[in-house]
């Protein structure tokens, strides 16, 4: 079965933190993917990866950055939190090969006080 | 802008019947389909991908296609209190990224 783990279920932080949201996958893909997910709006991309060390931003990167320094870990980086980053934050992975079929995480519930 | 369409809902039936969730999409190019199903604060988890034209079964599931009309529905048989849930449709092109439509709650009523 496949496994992408993320490293926290939820997490509270202060307005200015910089806050780090860690995602594991052990099925050896090549692809990982953030999303945040908000009422109304669905899930939105907000980075991906397609290899080890390469990023490229999704449809709302603004606010966030990434890291991809092995192939099973991918990372999101909120530098400054402000308060409209509250979101459930979803991971996924899927495979280059076969079906590309996404793969979730449990996700973060994330709230910036 | 490449969309997906959804009615947001919710829709509700009565169990035992048949549930049909409906989806368009913006992109002729598209060429693969996921029917995703989320509850609530939970991650969203695969029920059915489609690629070509036509139905495809898998238990208690269809997904039906149509290329042409730019149109993926997912049909859900002797529905249960448990199919309660949002259904995320899901549209790839050429590329790893998906397109995910807003999702439609559905509600099995006892």
């Known amino acids: 079965d496949v496994k992408v783990t993320q490293s926290s279920r939820y997490l509270v932080k202060r307005t200015g933190e910089k806050v780090f949201l860690e995602c594991v996958q052990d099925?050896?893909?090549?692809?990982m993917f953030w999303y945040r997910q908000d009422p109304g709006l669905g899930l939105r991309l907000i980075y991906f990866?397609?290899?080890?060390?390469?990023?490229e931003k999704g449809d709302i990167p603004e606010g966030y950055s990434v890291s991809r320094e092995k192939k099973e870990r991918f990372s999101l980086i909120l530098e400054s939190a402000s308060t409209n980053q509250t979101s459930m934050y979803l991971c996924?992975?899927?495979?280059?090969?076969?079906?590309?079929?996404?793969?979730f995480g449990a996700g973060t519930r994330l709230s910036v006080l | 802008q490449k969309e997906v369409e959804q009615n947001s809902g919710p829709l509700s039936v009565p169990e035992g019947a048949i549930a049909s969730l409906n989806c368009t999409y913006s992109?002729?190019?598209?060429?693969?389909f996921f029917w995703y199903r989320q509850y609530s604060g939970k991650s969203p988890e695969l029920i059915m991908s489609?690629?070509?034209?036509g139905d495809k079964e898998d238990g208690r599931f269809t997904a039906q296609l149509n290329k042409a009309s730019q149109y993926v529905s997912l049909l859900i048989r002797d529905s249960q209190p448990s199919d309660s849930a949002t259904y995320l449709c899901?549209?790839?092109?050429?590329?790893?990224?998906?397109?995910f439509g807003p999702g439609t709650r559905l509600s099995v009523l006892p």
């Open positions: 099925m050896d893909h090549e692809n």
């Open positions: 899901a549209v790839n092109n050429y590329g790893q990224n998906f397109v």
């Open positions: 990866s397609y290899d080890v060390k390469m990023k």
């Open positions: 992109d002729r190019v598209s060429q693969s």
């Open positions: 996924a992975s899927s495979s280059s090969k076969g079906e590309n079929i996404q793969y």
């Open positions: 489609i690629y070509s034209n």
